[in-house]
């Protein structure tokens, strides 16, 4: 891609892992992060109206609130990773780290996108089915995102410094993850019915708490 027109077609582009965006200047591929990111917004939005869809009032909610935990995770990672790309000697621009980046989001956003008539259907035929899908597709997107991340960062043009390019995207996923998991939490509830996300860290721990609590009761019975 040699040209930095934005259409339609570009969403398809920016996912090709073998789609060139080396002759680009830093001003086009910013201009890409920018157009991946917005595109990357809107079919979240889409994802999260389909997964609240059986309650009018949160699919509306959903359609900024899936959005804002998608931008702001992305954003509190992003710094880190700018730093430490530089800081540990990679000699490609961050701008390309960025583009990477971005488009490793709209994959995995793309994937929710793709997805929303399945879990709109599920969500208002099973009860079961509903909640266990919407996870799924959530989980899948995220494990689609990390994968074309890593890829990407390591097929960027420039020096090659392995460690570099991998352990800076692994801290920004780590970073982004985290950041990802509370917000949920601030931003719940997102789905109609309690997910393991819904409380952040603190449902975990508490899950564990809980588990270790009842495992104990048990081997006292015993």
Same mark, same amino acid.
């Given at each position: 891609?040699?040209?930095?027109?934005?259409?339609?077609?570009?969403?398809?582009?920016?996912?090709?892992?073998?789609?060139?965006?080396?002759?680009?200047?830093?001003?086009?591929?910013?201009?890409?992060?920018?157009? =991946?990111?917005?595109?990357?917004?809107?079919? *979240?939005?889409?994802?999260?109206? *389909?997964?609240?869809?059986?309650?009018?009032?949160?699919?509306?909610?959903?359609?900024?609130?899936?959005?804002?935990?998608?931008?702001?995770?992305?954003?509190?990672?992003?710094?880190?990773?700018?730093?430490?790309?530089?800081?540990?000697?990679?000699?490609?621009?961050?701008?390309?780290?960025?583009?990477?980046?971005?488009?490793?989001?709209?994959?995995?956003?793309?994937?929710?996108?793709?997805?929303?008539?399945?879990?709109?259907?599920?969500?208002?035929?099973?009860?079961?089915?509903?909640?266990?899908? =919407?996870?799924?597709?959530?989980?899948?997107?995220?494990?689609?995102?990390?994968?074309?991340?890593?890829?990407?960062?390591?097929?960027?043009?420039?020096?090659?410094?392995?460690?570099?390019?991998?352990?800076?995207? *692994?801290?920004?996923?780590?970073?982004?993850?985290?950041?990802?998991?509370?917000?949920?939490?601030?931003?719940?509830?997102?789905?109609?019915?309690?997910?393991?996300?819904?409380?952040?860290?603190?449902?975990?721990?508490?899950?564990? =708490?809980?588990?270790?609590?009842?495992?104990?009761?048990?081997?006292?019975?015993?």
């Amino acid at each position: 891609m040699q040209n930095s027109t934005l259409s339609a077609s570009t969403v398809f582009d920016l996912i090709r892992p073998r789609s060139d965006f080396s002759g680009l200047t830093k001003a086009a591929k910013l201009q890409l992060v920018a157009f =991946a990111t917005i595109a990357s917004l809107g079919f *979240a939005a889409l994802w999260g109206a *389909a997964a609240g869809s059986c309650v009018p009032a949160l699919a509306v909610g959903n359609l900024i609130k899936v959005p804002l935990v998608v931008l702001l995770s992305a954003l509190t990672a992003a710094p880190l990773g700018v730093v430490a790309w530089k800081l540990l000697g990679e000699e490609t621009s961050v701008t390309d780290l960025l583009l990477a980046h971005a488009r490793a989001i709209l994959a995995g956003s793309l994937l929710l996108g793709t997805l929303v008539p399945i879990v709109a259907l599920y969500y208002h035929s099973s009860r079961f089915a509903g909640p266990l899908l =919407a996870d799924a597709t959530a989980l899948a997107s995220l494990g689609i995102g990390v994968v074309v991340f890593l890829r990407l960062a390591l097929r960027a043009p420039g020096v090659h410094n392995k460690i570099v390019r991998i352990a800076v995207p *692994a801290m920004m996923l780590v970073v982004q993850g985290a950041a990802m998991l509370q917000l949920i939490a601030l931003a719940s509830p997102i789905l109609p019915d309690p997910t393991m996300f819904r409380e952040g860290v603190d449902g975990f721990v508490d899950s564990h =708490a809980e588990r270790s609590n009842r495992t104990r009761v048990e081997d006292a019975r015993r």
